[in-house]
């Protein structure tokens, strides 16, 4: 069983970052792919990066050189560091495993870039 908390979100003007934490319990967090996911009011939610347990990465053309995901498995946390960012990254980020688990969806955690 996998436990995943996001933090990390608020509001932005365009332009700016933000870095996403997420804190994962179980002790075998460090064989699992993980990745970061967002939903945007009125749209499904989409995959948005991925990071192998050896640290190979993985975008989605609409952040790609932008966003940045990265691990550190001794603290069992997964980040997503986002630069530049845009109105259109506003959305509720959530982190789970890749491919996604529905059982291990948390609260996600809000991003809002407006000026």
């Known amino acids: 069983q996998v436990q995943l908390v996001e933090s990390g979100g608020g509001l932005v003007q365009p332009g700016g970052s933000l870095r996403l934490s997420c804190a994962a319990s179980g002790r075998i967090f460090s064989l699992y792919v993980m990745g970061w996911y967002r939903q945007a009011p009125g749209n499904q939610r989409e995959w948005v990066a991925s990071?192998?347990?050896?640290?190979?990465?993985t975008y989605a053309d609409s952040v790609k050189d932008r966003f940045t995901i990265s691990r550190v498995n001794a603290k069992n946390t997964v980040y997503l560091q986002m630069n530049t960012l845009k109105p259109e990254d506003t959305a509720v980020y959530y982190c789970?495993?890749?491919?996604?688990?529905?059982?291990?969806w948390g609260q996600g955690t809000q991003v809002t870039v407006s000026s």
């Open positions: 990071v192998t347990s050896g640290g190979t990465t």
């Open positions: 789970n495993v890749y491919p996604a688990n529905p059982r291990y």
